[in-house]
């Protein structure tokens, strides 16, 4: 069972789920606490708001994967990585969905975006939800005088901007809900620029309040770090000004002083054993998973679950026990992912990147029905495209326990990440240092056994291909082709982009998601996204 560490108290992460409510919380406090022990001791409920914080990210409800702490949404559907993955990636070249139901199919093909789409909603609340939450801790904390106060507040504040981040990205505006906010009042939108501002100014004081490292799966100085570079990476789309000078700073704080490093194996950081195996060396913050104590359809369970299917799959190779509540038959890869290793599934499976071996194409097969396709003509049929097999419920080393729910972390910021966001600053001539962005990259392909590149190699189109290769299906490729002016418009076409085969132009505001219906509805005060009305 993984223990989830809250300030060196170990507890099951149900067990911490569990326990009360903010209301629950909401007593005088008891003279002067010295350290945390004692204080939990008077509010035990506060351990159980704290770990809900970082649940949040993971888990749908604080009873198990058919609870929600949102009411109204759906508890399967609507937690927080798998609205990620649905809009980081589905909406992407690399992913698609097959399902099509009650609004996935207008996301994996780009078409028919409206406000009353269920998934943008369940996002958008799932942003406020952990915010809400965060100001609830910080709330708290403020009554108190502990020793560890001060931390405690810097990683909720974390949490919130982590939260607010996901805003500003998919939705571009909405109100900023602060602890000091009185209950009840309908704030007014904030604009992208002063959402920037606020996230700019909060990480940037949360930095140097945060420990180095506190714990797996907690937030430390490294995860301020990291998101601090990727609000700067994205600064041109954010604040219409370009600020990649600043992100390479920030990327190589994280490089030179996190203590972090990439672990051997690429396909380790994605088993069920990657907070223990070497890959935990290389993974900045993790959202955590777990068959027994935290299940979840939300979680890393709906990227391997959804990837699996009986027709042509072994899915107990994956850690999986197969059978239509288990192995879902849902995402499968297209060829703008697989085919940056090669043309054709030949190609594909005669590359020696290692990466290039993590998709499924049933190739040897002796039933011709039930070989997957390169080409992706229908995306609604299952053998069109190769399920991606990056993500698996098997352990790296030692044995594996079969399970319906994932035991796999996810790792929402890790190394290789950074090591590419710092060859990107400076390919865009940003500064840094040319053959230590090259080394980076050769690190990263030289784990997977890819060919090294050289200095006349880096340039910003080969490390937006590389980050394809190396982060597809972990929450970034959206992200990604907005900031490189690739996502809407024609100039860069992939498999049922605006709803046509090989793809074809969707409109300029497709680079936000609508405001949803339910949330104007509820403030009058918020307008919707140019485009939607």
Same mark, same amino acid.
């Given at each position: 069972?993984?223990?989830?560490?809250?300030?060196?108290?170990?507890? %099951?992460?149900?067990?911490?789920?569990?326990?009360?409510?903010?209301?629950?919380?909401?007593?005088?406090?008891?003279?002067?606490?010295?350290?945390?022990? #004692?204080?939990?001791?008077? #509010?035990? *409920?506060?351990?159980?708001?704290?770990?809900?914080?970082?649940?949040?990210?993971?888990?749908?409800?604080?009873?198990?994967?058919?609870?929600?702490?949102?009411?109204?949404?759906?508890?399967?559907?609507?937690? $927080?990585?798998?609205?990620?993955?649905?809009?980081?990636?589905? *909406?992407?070249?690399?992913?698609?969905?097959?399902?099509?139901?009650?609004? @996935?199919?207008?996301?994996?093909?780009?078409?028919?975006?409206?406000?009353?789409?269920?998934?943008?909603?369940?996002?958008?609340?799932?942003?406020?939800? !952990?915010?809400?939450?965060?100001?609830?801790?910080?709330?708290?904390?403020?009554?108190?005088?502990?020793?560890?106060?001060? #931390?405690?507040? +810097?990683?909720?504040?974390?949490?919130?901007?982590?939260?607010?981040?996901?805003?500003?990205?998919? $939705?571009?505006?909405?109100?900023?809900?602060?602890?000091?906010?009185?209950?009840?009042?309908?704030?007014?939108?904030?604009?992208?620029?002063?959402?920037? =501002?606020?996230?700019?100014?909060?990480?940037?004081?949360? /930095?140097?309040?945060?420990?180095?490292?506190?714990?797996?799966?907690?937030?430390?100085?490294?995860?301020?770090?990291?998101?601090?570079?990727? @609000?700067?990476?994205?600064?041109?789309?954010?604040?219409?000004?370009?600020?990649?000078? =600043?992100?390479?700073?920030?990327?190589?704080?994280?490089?030179?002083?996190?203590?972090? +490093?990439?672990?051997?194996?690429?396909?380790?950081?994605?088993?069920?054993?990657?907070?223990?195996?070497?890959?935990?060396?290389?993974?900045?913050?993790? @959202?955590?998973?777990?068959?027994?104590?935290?299940?979840?359809?939300?979680?890393?369970?709906?990227?391997?679950? %959804?990837?699996?299917?009986?027709?042509?799959?072994?899915?107990?190779?994956?850690?999986?026990?197969?059978?239509?509540?288990?192995?879902?038959?849902?995402?499968?890869?297209?060829?703008?992912?697989?085919?940056?290793? %090669?043309?054709?599934?030949?190609?594909?499976?005669?590359?020696?990147?290692?990466?290039?071996?993590? $998709? $499924?194409?049933?190739?040897?097969?002796?039933?011709?029905?039930?070989?997957?396709?390169?080409?992706?003509?229908?995306?609604?049929?299952?053998?069109?495209?190769?399920?991606?097999?990056?993500?698996?419920?098997?352990?790296?080393?030692?044995?594996?326990?079969?399970?319906?729910?994932?035991?796999?972390?996810?790792? @929402?910021?890790?190394?290789?990440?950074?090591?590419?966001?710092?060859? /990107?600053?400076?390919?865009?001539?940003?500064?840094?240092?040319?053959?230590?962005?090259?080394?980076?990259?050769?690190?990263?392909?030289?784990?997977?056994?890819?060919?090294?590149?050289?200095?006349?190699?880096? *340039?910003?189109?080969?490390?937006?291909?590389?980050?394809?290769?190396?982060?597809?299906?972990?929450?970034?490729?959206?992200?990604?082709?907005?900031?490189?002016?690739?996502?809407?418009?024609? +100039?860069?076409?992939?498999?049922?982009?605006?709803?046509?085969?090989?793809?074809?132009?969707?409109?300029?505001?497709?680079?936000?998601?609508?405001?949803?219906?339910?949330?104007?509805?509820?403030?009058?005060?918020? !307008?919707?996204?140019?485009?939607?009305?």
């Amino acid at each position: 069972m993984k223990n989830f560490k809250i300030k060196g108290i170990g507890l %099951g992460l149900v067990l911490l789920l569990s326990i009360g409510c903010t209301d629950d919380l909401n007593t005088e406090p008891k003279g002067k606490i010295k350290n945390l022990d #004692q204080l939990l001791a008077e #509010q035990p *409920t506060l351990a159980g708001l704290v770990s809900q914080v970082y649940g949040s990210l993971a888990l749908s409800g604080a009873s198990g994967p058919g609870s929600t702490n949102v009411p109204g949404d759906d508890p399967g559907e609507s937690p $927080f990585l798998r609205g990620i993955i649905n809009l980081q990636d589905f *909406t992407a070249d690399g992913m698609k969905n097959r399902w099509g139901d009650n609004g @996935l199919d207008q996301l994996t093909t780009d078409t028919d975006w409206t406000d009353s789409n269920k998934f943008f909603g369940y996002a958008y609340n799932r942003i406020y939800y !952990t915010a809400t939450q965060s100001n609830a801790v910080i709330n708290q904390m403020n009554l108190y005088n502990i020793s560890s106060k001060d #931390q405690i507040i +810097s990683e909720m504040r974390f949490l919130r901007a982590l939260a607010y981040f996901y805003l500003i990205d998919c $939705f571009g505006k909405g109100p900023l809900l602060l602890e000091t906010d009185p209950i009840g009042v309908l704030k007014p939108e904030a604009t992208r620029a002063q959402i920037f =501002d606020f996230l700019e100014a909060e990480l940037l004081d949360i /930095e140097p309040r945060l420990p180095m490292f506190i714990g797996y799966g907690q937030a430390n100085r490294s995860t301020a770090r990291m998101l601090l570079a990727k @609000l700067y990476l994205n600064a041109q789309v954010y604040r219409g000004t370009d600020r990649y000078a =600043d992100a390479l700073i920030y990327s190589k704080k994280v490089i030179d002083e996190g203590g972090y +490093s990439l672990a051997p194996n690429f396909g380790s950081l994605f088993q069920a054993d990657n907070d223990s195996s070497s890959a935990k060396n290389e993974i900045i913050y993790a @959202l955590i998973a777990d068959a027994v104590v935290s299940q979840s359809y939300g979680n890393t369970t709906y990227l391997i679950n %959804g990837s699996l299917n009986d027709i042509t799959m072994t899915a107990t190779d994956y850690g999986n026990p197969g059978g239509g509540t288990n192995a879902w038959g849902g995402h499968r890869a297209t060829k703008a992912w697989y085919g940056l290793f %090669g043309n054709s599934t030949a190609a594909l499976e005669a590359s020696n990147d290692d990466r290039a071996k993590l $998709f $499924f194409t049933g190739s040897a097969n002796p039933d011709p029905t039930k070989r997957h396709n390169y080409e992706m003509n229908d995306y609604k049929a299952w053998i069109d495209g190769f399920p991606a097999t990056k993500f698996r419920n098997t352990n790296f080393v030692g044995s594996t326990t079969i399970a319906s729910f994932a035991n796999t972390d996810f790792p @929402l910021f890790r190394l290789a990440d950074v090591y590419l966001m710092y060859a /990107e600053c400076v390919a865009r001539g940003a500064g840094g240092s040319v053959s230590e962005a090259v080394g980076y990259v050769n690190d990263i392909r030289n784990r997977s056994h890819a060919t090294p590149i050289n200095a006349s190699d880096l *340039t910003p189109d080969f490390v937006l291909d590389e980050r394809g290769r190396e982060l597809n299906f972990e929450g970034h490729r959206r992200t990604d082709l907005i900031r490189y002016g690739k996502f809407t418009g024609g +100039s860069y076409l992939w498999p049922w982009k605006g709803g046509v085969k090989d793809g074809t132009s969707i409109p300029l505001h497709y680079s936000l998601f609508p405001i949803p219906l339910k949330a104007i509805q509820a403030n009058p005060n918020l !307008t919707q996204n140019i485009g939607y009305n």
